[in-house]
């Protein structure tokens, strides 16, 4: 019986393998199916070359009612900064079961697309050089123009947050130089003899020859009205006195859908409640005078009343905007953070809603409100948890090879043992102090650190990009990682000395004490299971055209910009994951107490102290509308307004936070498995560095 309750022991590591793979291959295969709509919408994988040399990447999504005998509306969906066009999914789901092509696009360095090339410039943003903000939005628009199953006369635009700054540039584009086309055959036409309604006429006509694909819709989520200074036409300084709407001119009828509680709302919008963003200036600027709309009105642009219109009225307006030069607006609302718009069913129906009656008279094939792409979400994230878990699984049973188990020694007791209310208190102290660092430093370290360049958009972060280190998140994150390393690293190394190593406890209770020899068999291990488990990661994707994703959450195939980075990165990984692994296991770890409190407390020690900061800041959020950490720490002082003008809001950073923790008590398990395992730290740091590394960096935006 022993020997039999041995062997299935050893045994547990392949079974769980072998239960991980085939959820992500199920998961994979199903998650096709919900994406596909059981298999009614055909995917396709394009690339193409924009108008500034940049490599686009994007998905189609081509319905089978699509045909060259009866084409369909169209529907470009464009991401959020840190994320790629997988974000868009649920969108792209809800869309092409209803009838829309849709093309999701990877905007400028991000997922498969490319920055453009140094030196680029668009004589409609005033030639200036290496500044293209639309991030090939533009060059998908005319893209479109390739697929005879596309009616190019009812074409629409849906961004989130950066995406949606730059569908109105793209849309923007098409228009000036629709209107360019325009007036260069109308100019020809005068000069011709023409009196001026023929030369309208036959200017009109050339323009619309001219083979430019204009937008007629576009609903733009988590972010306002791209309104510009008007002294120099750019985003900087714009205030109610100086503002102008770029697109006012251009009959396009537009949606804003904003979350209750978007952390961007202040910075975005100029109103600290996000409820109030309709009472912004440059939502008056978008809608051509409107304030306090109430949610879910559609009204005329140029009404500042915002008198209601009813749907019939809406889709009538909508389909004579190209003739009347008066577009409709609607403005929505729904109950959720600037992140939830991706996943948010009612945010999601509002979109639709407005499509069918902008693009599609007023006719739904299918109720906004019946959406499916919950199925596919939740397959994201069991294939994602599936391949955390098979990580380990996979390290584990290779430990059983006798090449790898010569690294396997006997657990070494902790230096904390908790036999006397003493020693109680002293640890409580200790956990507490290592629980302090993180959040205390996390807004000031991280800051702000968007960085994109196409867009000039260069905001507060303590570590710049650069050549080699070219992810302006990243670097925040690493920034991190090397301070709050350092603390925790002076922390246990006075504790070993003042406390431990009186008490007897010396250099082979640290989980370090190992031969090279296998150190670097550890390190082998953890490279072989790591890349092991990312190559099934890459045939499930390659074969459903599915990711292992979730909201915030990522491990996604990369290319090979990605992997250059992700060795860049790596040692500070290595250096920060081992450390925590050895305090985690030799200091968080009580001797004589049950294994499930060791995994608690470990668990908590790796993002404790973020989490009451992240719940403090967020319920303040969700209680009044505004984060209880608006600002980044120094940036409210009088010297730094006087010297940038502006406070820089947490916002970014407060969003990177919910990765993290999602990630840190992951694998802070994953490092006390593999220490329980092992007896050593190195395994569970190798392991844990390579995969939580990989979760930030495989959807990560390159910033240069």
């Not at 998908?140 to 074409?155: N, R």
């Not at 990661?537 to 990711?547: K, V």
């Amino acid at each position: 019986m022993n020997l039999t309750k041995a062997n299935v022991k050893t045994r547990i590591p392949a079974i769980v393998l072998a239960v991980c793979l085939l959820l992500m291959a199920a998961t994979a295969a199903v998650g096709h199916s919900i994406q596909t709509s059981g298999g009614s919408v055909r995917t396709q994988e394009v690339e193409f070359t924009t108008d500034v040399g940049a490599t686009s990447h994007a998905k189609l999504y081509i319905p089978g009612t699509a045909t060259a005998e009866s084409p369909a509306p169209a529907v470009i969906l464009c991401h959020g900064y840190t994320a790629s066009l997988d974000a868009m999914e649920p969108n792209a789901i809800e869309l092409s079961r209803r009838g829309y092509v849709v093309m999701a696009l990877d905007m400028y360095g991000h997922g498969d697309s490319t920055l453009p090339p140094p030196g680029y410039s668009q004589v409609e943003m005033g030639g200036i050089a290496d500044y293209a903000p639309d991030l090939g939005s533009y060059s998908a628009l005319q893209e479109l123009a390739k697929y005879d199953f596309i009616d190019l006369t009812k074409v629409g635009m849906l961004g989130h947050s950066m995406g949606t700054a730059a569908i109105q540039e793209g849309a923007y584009l098409a228009y000036t130089k629709w209107t360019a086309a325009y007036n260069a055959a109308l100019a020809e036409a005068l000069e011709g003899g023409a009196d001026e309604t023929t030369a309208a006429g036959t200017a009109y006509m050339a323009a619309m020859s001219s083979g430019i694909v204009l937008p007629g819709s576009m609903v733009l989520t988590g972010y306002n009205y791209n309104v510009r200074n008007i002294n120099d036409l750019t985003y900087n300084g714009v205030t109610a006195d100086n503002g102008v709407f770029p697109l006012f001119a251009a009959p396009v009828n537009i949606c804003t859908i904003q979350g209750d509680y978007d952390e961007f709302c202040d910075l975005l919008w100029g109103v600290k409640d996000s409820r109030n963003y309709t009472q912004s200036f440059k939502f008056a600027y978008g809608t051509g005078g409107a304030a306090n709309v109430p949610s879910g009105t559609y009204f005329m642009y140029g009404d500042p009343t915002a008198t209601p219109l009813s749907r019939e009225d809406a889709v009538a307006a909508a389909a004579s905007a190209a003739l009347t030069m008066v577009p409709i607006r609607a403005a929505y609302n729904f109950n959720g953070t600037h992140s939830d718009t991706y996943y948010d069913e009612t945010a999601i129906s509002y979109g639709i809603d407005f499509f069918d009656v902008t693009l599609r008279g007023g006719q739904s094939t299918i109720d906004p409100a019946d959406q499916v792409w919950h199925g596919r979400a939740a397959c994201g994230l069991i294939g994602l948890l599936a391949a955390l878990v098979a990580f380990v699984a996979l390290a584990l049973t290779l430990l059983q090879v006798p090449f790898f188990a010569t690294i396997v020694r006997p657990e070494p007791k902790s230096i904390t043992t908790c036999d006397s209310p003493a020693h109680v208190i002293r640890y409580v102290l200790i956990y507490v102090v290592c629980l302090l660092p993180a959040p205390l430093l996390y807004y000031w370290l991280v800051g702000y650190p968007y960085y994109m360049q196409p867009q000039w958009f260069k905001f507060l972060t303590k570590f710049w990009p650069n050549p080699f280190f070219n992810m302006a998140p990243m670097n925040s994150l690493l920034l991190f990682n090397v301070v709050i390393g350092v603390i925790l690293m002076v922390v246990y190394v006075l504790v070993f000395l003042f406390i431990a190593k009186k008490a007897g406890f010396g250099w082979e209770n640290t989980g370090l004490k190992l031969p090279v020899a296998d150190v670097l068999k550890s390190l082998l291990l953890a490279a072989v299971s790591f890349g092991g488990i990312y190559a099934v990661i890459y045939a499930c994707s390659g074969l459903s055209g599915t990711e292992f994703s979730f909201f915030k959450f990522n491990i996604m195939p990369m290319n090979g910009e990605h992997w250059i980075a992700f060795f860049k990165y790596l040692p500070v990984w290595l250096f920060f994951c081992l450390l925590v692994s050895v305090i985690y296991n030799t200091f968080t770890r009580i001797n004589g107490v049950p294994a499930w409190v060791n995994y608690l407390l470990i668990a908590v020690a790796s993002c404790g102290g973020l989490a009451v900061m992240f719940a403090y800041d967020y319920g303040k959020l969700f209680a009044t509308g505004v984060r209880g950490i608006q600002y980044i720490p120094g940036t409210t002082s009088p010297e730094w307004l006087a010297t940038i003008g502006m406070a820089f809001p947490t916002a970014l950073a407060g969003i990177m936070l919910f990765s993290l923790l999602f990630i840190l008590p992951i694998t802070a398990v994953m490092s006390r498995v593999c220490f329980k395992k092992t007896g050593s730290a190195w395994l569970g740091g190798f392991l844990t560095a390579f995969i939580s590394l990989a979760f930030a960096i495989s959807h990560m935006v390159v910033s240069m």
